[in-house]
């Protein structure tokens, strides 16, 4: 920590020289600081978007979004505890650009008999332009925190690999109303201001009790990852229309750039079913994020996803078997042919549970070599 005066109010402070951007405790000014020559510069494009709940509201927020999908709402409040509430401002620079994108390549056609001895593909080639607010975080450890890095969901089916995400789309999604425990809808949200809209110029004011990150990658750093992250995403988009890609080429104009503080809460719950449920379902704590605008969940995770009940089945099933086997020894023989069913069912679930969770982590794994083939791609083109 190092002590300096602001160049906007004069007052002075200690700061941590290894943010890139240094923030005024009393005025709120954004500047650099360079170490060798001393000389400090105002940086103005410096926003934020207020943060609008509290962890009150952000405790009955989840506490909704969880009744809206639990297939009994009324043992919510009984079986599901939140742990922890953790709000943050964080700081991510906004590149404003627009993508063109050519694409060209060939696509299998089905041939009748007369084609069967001619080539079996066609050639097609077309564009497409989309304009984004993207966002790029601009802390150095991306995975500080759980879910930012995977907060682009994508309308089109690809996989997103990247930390990037359009900020307009976004932040209008997974909003609850508070009241109905219902999904707001798109017609309801006709006239509202988009989050970028309500952004204000930066003051810690507006974080409303939230910790302000620092601004610790620079500009060229932000537009560097921004464009990789659209090209990468426009390359996937372009595959979707051919089977064997020939050429695709991705154009950007960056029309600006600001950095903008977006408020987030990590939630942490339990669940403990009052069930017999207990006794095969972990307790292991489960991440929602919140953002902190209008409360849209934008990242969540599930108590139970369908691999546990598969092996909740197989447990069952498997006592069910024993059960029946013991009655079968010591009552009636038919009983062995239900234990038997019963245990064809728990090996088929535990089979079917193992295969999904190897599936998962190949995807895992190959995720840096799918990468690095996409990046050499784009650096050929």
């Known amino acids: 920590m190092h002590e300096l005066t602001c160049p906007s109010c004069s007052a002075s402070a200690q700061y941590d020289l290894n943010s890139y951007l240094l923030m005024c405790p009393t005025c709120s000014a954004t500047f650099s600081f360079d170490l060798e020559s001393g000389r400090k510069e105002i940086f103005a494009e410096h926003f934020i ?16 979004w969880i009744k809206r999908i639990h297939h009994k ?50 050639t097609e080639s077309g564009v497409f332009r989309r304009s984004y607010r993207w ?6 450890n991306i995975c500080e925190h759980w879910g930012l890095t995977e907060l682009h969901e994508p309308k089109e089916a690809i996989n997103i690999e990247w930390d990037g995400f359009p900020l307009d789309s976004t932040f209008s999604r997974g909003r609850i109303d508070p009241t109905t425990g219902v999904k707001t809808s798109k017609e309801s949200l006709e006239g509202e201001l988009p989050a970028y809209g309500v952004r204000e110029y930066f ?19 932000a537009l560097r990852r921004a464009r990789l992250h659209v090209e990468l995403y426009h390359f996937k988009i372009a595959k979707l229309n051919v089977d ?19 408020p987030f809460w990590h939630i942490r719950y339990l669940y403990r079913p009052s069930s017999a449920l207990r006794h095969f379902q972990k307790t292991d704590k489960k991440n929602i994020i919140i953002e902190g ?12 996803i369908q691999r546990d ?9 498997s006592a069910a078997a024993l059960i029946l086997f013991f009655l079968g020894s010591i009552w009636h023989p038919a009983f062995l042919l239900v234990a038997f069913f019963f245990l064809l069912i728990a090996g088929a679930s535990a089979y079917i549970a193992t295969i999904r969770r190897g599936s998962k982590e190949n995807e895992t794994s190959s995720f840096f070599y799918e990468r690095k083939e996409q990046e050499e791609h784009i650096e050929k083109v």
């Not at 978007?49 to 909704?64: E, K």
């Not at 009940?309 to 099933?317: E, R, T």
């Open 49 to 64: 978007i207020p943060n609008a709940i509290d962890s009150g509201q952000v405790r009955n927020l989840v506490l909704q």
């Open 73 to 122: 709402p009324g043992t919510v409040e009984r079986e599901y505890f939140i742990t922890d509430a953790k709000g943050y401002s964080i700081p991510f620079w906004i590149v404003s650009l627009e993508a063109h994108t050519s694409w060209k390549g060939l696509v299998k056609r089905q041939k009748s008999a007369a084609e069967m001895l001619t080539t079996g593909y066609v």
């Open 135 to 140: 966002a790029v975080s601009s802390r150095k």
């Open 203 to 221: 003051d810690f004011k507006f974080s409303n009790g939230l910790p302000i990150l620092s601004v610790e990658i620079d500009e060229e750093e």
């Open 244 to 262: 064997i890609p020939v050429d695709i080429r991705t154009e950007l104009d960056i029309a600006g750039l600001q950095l903008i503080h977006l």
């Open 293 to 304: 605008y209008t409360g849209g969940v934008l990242k969540s995770e599930l108590a139970i």
């Open 309 to 317: 009940k598969i092996w909740i089945n197989a447990a069952l099933c």
